[in-house]
């Protein structure tokens, strides 16, 4: 029997493989003569082929030695350097802030404030009623006192710090009033009675305000300003 010749493809494959083999194990030796004419040794040749063997390359120290039998060969002497030592002065110690004086505890004086308000004052009243007359007669029989009339309160309103009244009236020699049953008036001089008896204020500002319109108000407020005596009350405000 005659043997079979082997394929085509099996030659082929065969023929690749030596090809290989042939061109890696020439590319080794071309590489390891490139080393030794470059740098005129082996190590990194051998250095590279560690790398497929894993074993780790090996060096050899190298030595300079110098011959001192040399005659240009002058040893030198280096004079020694001296340090000269610096003392530093310390730095001297702050002294701690004194601690702030607490101020002695003042306390606060106690004010006693007194304020003492009156009701209703009419001073005079209305010419048409009895009261107003007998009001003028208790004026005249008192020798014209305008403190007559605030005797028995006056040292209350005299120990008060302020006194309000409610002034309920008006302080005019006008005739012309409004018609209505009860119109208040008293003569100017009459703001005396309120100082006489330590009255201060006033307030203007009430249903008597304007018995006699605008004429009897300013009279008012003229007389109260002429006497000394402050008030306050429809937009006004002499405190």
Same mark, same amino acid.
């Given at each position: 029997?005659?043997?079979?010749?082997?394929?085509? %493809?099996?030659?082929?494959?065969?023929?690749?493989?030596?090809?290989?083999?042939?061109?890696?194990?020439?590319?080794?030796?071309? %590489?390891?003569?490139?080393?030794?004419?470059?740098?005129?040794?082996?190590?990194?040749?051998?250095?590279?082929?560690?790398?497929?063997?894993?074993?780790?390359?090996?060096?050899?120290?190298?030595?300079?030695?110098?011959?001192?039998?040399?005659?240009?060969?002058?040893?030198?002497?280096?004079?020694?350097?001296?340090?000269?030592?610096?003392?530093?002065?310390?730095?001297?110690?702050?002294?701690?802030?004194?601690?702030?004086?607490?101020?002695?505890?003042?306390?606060?004086?106690?004010?006693?404030?007194?304020?003492?308000?009156?009701?209703?004052?009419?001073?005079?009243?209305?010419?048409?009623?009895?009261?107003?007359?007998?009001?003028?007669?208790?004026?005249?029989?008192?020798?014209?006192?305008?403190?007559?009339?605030?005797?028995?309160?006056?040292?209350?309103?005299?120990?008060?710090?302020?006194?309000?009244?409610?002034?309920?009236?008006?302080?005019?020699?006008?005739?012309?009033?409004?018609?209505?049953?009860?119109?208040?008036?008293?003569?100017?001089?009459?703001?005396?009675?309120?100082?006489?008896?330590?009255?201060?204020?006033?307030?203007?500002?009430?249903?008597?305000?304007?018995?006699?319109?605008?004429?009897?108000?300013?009279?008012?407020?003229?007389?109260?300003?002429?006497?000394?005596?402050?008030?306050?009350?429809?937009? %006004?405000?002499?405190?």
């Amino acid at each position: 029997m005659r043997k079979k010749r082997p394929s085509s %493809f099996k030659i082929f494959v065969k023929s690749l493989l030596i090809t290989l083999f042939l061109l890696v194990f020439v590319g080794f030796i071309a %590489f390891g003569a490139y080393e030794m004419v470059t740098y005129g040794n082996f190590q990194t040749f051998s250095a590279w082929i560690n790398r497929f063997t894993e074993t780790e390359p090996t060096y050899e120290p190298t030595i300079l030695v110098y011959d001192t039998s040399d005659e240009e060969y002058e040893p030198v002497e280096y004079e020694p350097i001296e340090y000269e030592l610096i003392e530093h002065e310390p730095e001297p110690e702050e002294e701690p802030e004194p601690e702030p004086e607490e101020e002695p505890y003042i306390p606060c004086p106690i004010v006693t404030v007194t304020l003492t308000a009156v009701g209703d004052t009419t001073l005079g009243g209305d010419r048409r009623w009895a009261g107003y007359h007998a009001f003028m007669r208790e004026f005249e029989n008192s020798g014209r006192d305008h403190s007559h009339f605030m005797r028995n309160v006056a040292h209350i309103f005299y120990e008060s710090c302020i006194t309000i009244a409610n002034f309920e009236g008006t302080l005019t020699y006008a005739t012309e009033h409004m018609d209505k049953r009860f119109v208040f008036r008293g003569p100017p001089h009459f703001a005396q009675i309120l100082t006489a008896g330590y009255i201060c204020t006033v307030t203007i500002s009430n249903n008597h305000t304007i018995d006699f319109f605008e004429r009897g108000m300013n009279d008012t407020r003229a007389a109260l300003t002429y006497h000394g005596v402050t008030y306050f009350g429809n937009e %006004f405000n002499t405190i």
